[in-house]
């Protein structure tokens, strides 16, 4: 079992920052998979940026050139989000994986952007 902690949601205007936290009760080293995903309101969940065997990428192309994630190598995986627009409003989820295949999900935690 590993239990997810997100922080770092909250209320920022258009044009803003904000940088999200996903703390894992594991070392990120025995994961195969972390991923940021978030949900809008009527949407579905939609994958935004992840890290596959240590390569990272932007998975959603919104998000291309103004969200990046990172870790710490340690416990925590990053979401930097620049540049953040009204439609980026929405749940934020850290999502990982083990190398079995069993994947995990945090709690989420509220973006909003909005002046």
């Known amino acids: 079992q590993v239990q997810l902690v997100e922080s770092g949601g909250g209320l920022v205007q258009p044009g803003g920052s904000l940088r999200l936290s996903c703390v894992a009760s594991v070392n990120i080293f025995s994961l195969n998979f972390m991923g940021w995903y978030r949900q809008a309101p009527g949407k579905e969940r939609e994958l935004v940026a992840s890290?596959?065997?240590?390569?990272?990428r932007s998975d959603s192309k919104s998000v291309k050139g103004r969200f990046t994630i990172s870790t710490d190598n340690v416990h925590t995986v990053y979401l930097q989000m620049n540049s953040l627009k009204p439609e980026d409003t929405a749940v934020y989820y850290c999502?990982?994986?083990?190398?079995?295949?069993?994947?995990?999900w945090g709690k989420g935690t509220l973006v909003t952007v909005s002046s």
């Open positions: 999502n990982v994986a083990l190398y079995s295949g069993i994947n995990f």
């Open positions: 890290i596959t065997n240590g390569d990272s």
